[in-house]
């Protein structure tokens, strides 16, 4: 079993492959993945004032993944694997832009 498993489905339907191997997550965990680190990357180097709009921007983002995974898993449509990257895109900004503001808050707050 690879550590990988505990972090997604790892589905091969779902998964991209590369020369023939699958990649070690799903397409939508791909996007999460790369845009989170991205991300994170790119708010060191360019430092963001967060406030309620960086907020309801990053609930905003999650809202196309979220969509895309709920009308997924209810059957009510197939999703493919350029639309769960996207997804996971979008998903991976908006997690990471949560996430840096509820750091902010208890680093500042209670610290």
């Known amino acids: 079993m690879s550590v990988f498993d505990y972090i997604c489905h790892r589905r091969p339907e779902r998964s991209f492959f590369y020369k023939g191997k699958q990649f070690p997550v799903c397409a ?7 845009s989170g680190i991205a991300t994170i ?7 963001i004032t967060y406030s309620l709009t960086t907020l309801l921007l990053g609930i905003i983002l999650l ?3 979220a969509i895309d995974g709920f009308t997924q898993l209810f059957e009510m449509r197939e999703s493919n694997n350029t639309l769960r990257f996207i ?3 979008l998903g991976g900004i908006g ?12 680093v500042f707050n209670f610290l």
């Open 87 to 89: 997804t996971g895109i």
């Open 28 to 34: 939508r965990c791909t996007g999460f993945y790369i």
């Open 63 to 65: 809202i196309p993944c």
């Open 41 to 47: 990357i790119l708010i060191n180097l360019f430092p």
């Open 95 to 106: 997690l990471i832009f949560i996430y840096e503001i509820i750091i902010e808050f208890f």
